[in-house]
């Protein structure tokens, strides 16, 4: 099947700049060990997810659809250069008439047997003002099936981020309440806890797939904060594969086994059994003696 995996020609399409960056990260990539990645892209339908992948490829790889919702179906994309091969898989949208659509997830899900997740990337737009519990809904939805693990693999990702926030507020102030609130939907729908915070760092990128996106002086794309933003999104990649977690295995038992988030629940009964007698017990017990020691208090 190798060799029908194509070569990435269309690195060629950017600046020489951001060229030079990137195979300057899958060089180091590589130095690590790491001559495969293969990134799973999903979010709500319309998101801009792919798009986002066609802007990593440099190409049009995968169709793009404004009005139409795709085909229920995943599309993987690979290419390789100088030695490296990117995988990128593009997934239909997780919503559906204001629910979660639990067919194209189980289509997904399917899809991605005995594949390798490196890295997740959850698309949504920057040019979106609220979060709501269909955003939860799509969190959990991914937890459920991949595991929360799948968070420390995982950072965010934001299209049309070229925009002139509403109300006047500084672009850099839009951005973070903006993904501050995502953040915070996607700890309360992963289940990370407070102290999680360290192993679950989720980084937000942002990302402008439109051909009117702005270029600097070096002809590369940018951002109104100024950021080149492909090398910052590659560079993101590599820092979440090299961040020490696990890649997350589709496994049969992953698939079909019960949700990954409630294994070992079946132990809670034996955990209170045994505190009932390890702990409650033995306190009482020390309760007893002192009792029967001080059957006068102290203070007659
Ligand atoms: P998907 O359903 O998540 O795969 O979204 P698509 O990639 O198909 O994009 C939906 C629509 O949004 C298309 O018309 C894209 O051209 C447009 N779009 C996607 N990303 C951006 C972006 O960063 N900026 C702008 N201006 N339009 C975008
Ligand atoms: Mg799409």
Same mark, same amino acid.
């Given at each position: 099947?190798?060799?029908?995996?194509?070569?990435?020609?269309?690195?060629?399409?950017?600046?020489?700049?951001t060229?030079?960056?990137?195979?300057?990260?899958l060089?180091?990539?590589?130095?690590?060990?790491?001559?495969?990645?293969t990134?799973?892209?999903?979010?709500?339908?319309?998101?801009?997810?792919?798009?986002?992948?066609?802007?990593?490829?440099?190409?049009?790889?995968?169709?793009?659809n404004?009005?139409?919702?795709?085909?229920?179906?995943?599309?993987?994309?690979?290419?390789?250069?100088?030695?490296?091969?990117?995988n990128?898989?593009?997934?239909?949208?997780?919503?559906?008439?204001?629910?979660?659509?639990?067919?194209?997830l189980?289509?997904?899900?399917?899809?991605?047997?005995? !594949?390798?997740?490196?890295? =997740? +990337?959850? *698309?949504? @737009?920057?040019? #979106?003002?609220?979060?709501d519990?269909?955003? $939860?809904?799509?969190?959990?939805?991914?937890?459920?099936?991949?595991?929360?693990?799948?968070?420390?693999?995982?950072?965010?990702?934001?299209?049309?981020?070229?925009?002139?926030?509403?109300?006047?507020?500084?672009?850099?102030?839009?951005?973070? !309440?903006?993904?501050?609130? =995502? +953040?915070k *939907?996607? @700890?309360?729908? #992963?289940?990370?806890?407070?102290?999680?915070? $360290?192993?679950?760092?989720?980084?937000?990128?942002?990302?402008?797939?439109?051909?009117?996106?702005?270029?600097?002086?070096?002809?590369?794309?940018?951002?109104?904060?100024?950021?080149?933003?492909?090398?910052?999104?590659?560079?993101?990649?590599?820092?979440?594969?090299?961040?020490?977690?696990?890649?997350?295995?589709?496994?049969?038992?992953?698939?079909?086994?019960?949700?990954?988030?409630?294994?070992?629940?079946?132990?809670?009964?034996?955990?209170?059994?045994?505190?009932?007698?390890?702990v409650?017990?033995?306190?009482?017990?020390?309760?007893?003696?002192?009792?029967?020691?001080?059957?006068?208090?102290?203070?007659?």
């Amino acid at each position: 099947m190798a060799s029908l995996i194509r070569e990435w020609v269309g690195i060629n399409t950017f600046a020489s700049a951001t060229q030079t960056k990137l195979l300057e990260m899958l060089g180091k990539l590589k130095q690590e060990n790491v001559d495969t990645l293969t990134i799973l892209v999903m979010g709500k339908g319309g998101v801009g997810k792919s798009s986002t992948i066609n802007s990593i490829i440099g190409e049009r790889a995968v169709s793009v659809n404004p009005f139409q919702s795709e085909a229920p179906r995943t599309v993987t994309v690979s290419r390789t250069r100088a030695g490296f091969t990117l995988n990128v898989i593009d997934t239909p949208g997780l919503i559906e008439g204001g629910y979660v659509n639990a067919q194209a997830l189980e289509i997904i899900k399917r899809s991605l047997l005995n !594949k390798t997740i490196d890295v =997740l +990337l959850y *698309v949504d @737009r920057l040019d #979106a003002y609220r979060v709501d519990n269909l955003d $939860k809904q799509v969190v959990k939805a991914i937890t459920d099936s991949f595991g929360k693990g799948i968070w420390n693999r995982a950072f965010i990702v934001l299209t049309h981020a070229q925009l002139s926030p509403p109300d006047g507020l500084p672009y850099e102030d839009f951005y973070s !309440k903006r993904s501050g609130a =995502l +953040l915070k *939907v996607v @700890r309360v729908g #992963a289940g990370l806890k407070k102290q999680d915070k $360290k192993d679950f760092a989720i980084p937000v990128v942002l990302v402008e797939n439109s051909g009117r996106c702005n270029k600097n002086e070096i002809d590369e794309k940018v951002l109104p904060n100024g950021i080149a933003w492909i090398p910052h999104l590659v560079k993101t990649i590599t820092e979440v594969v090299l961040n020490g977690s696990k890649s997350i295995v589709v496994d049969k038992k992953l698939i079909e086994g019960p949700n990954p988030n409630e294994r070992g629940k079946f132990l809670i009964p034996l955990i209170l059994v045994f505190q009932y007698f390890f702990v409650v017990k033995r306190i009482e017990r020390a309760i007893k003696n002192d009792i029967a020691r001080e059957s006068r208090p102290s203070w007659e």
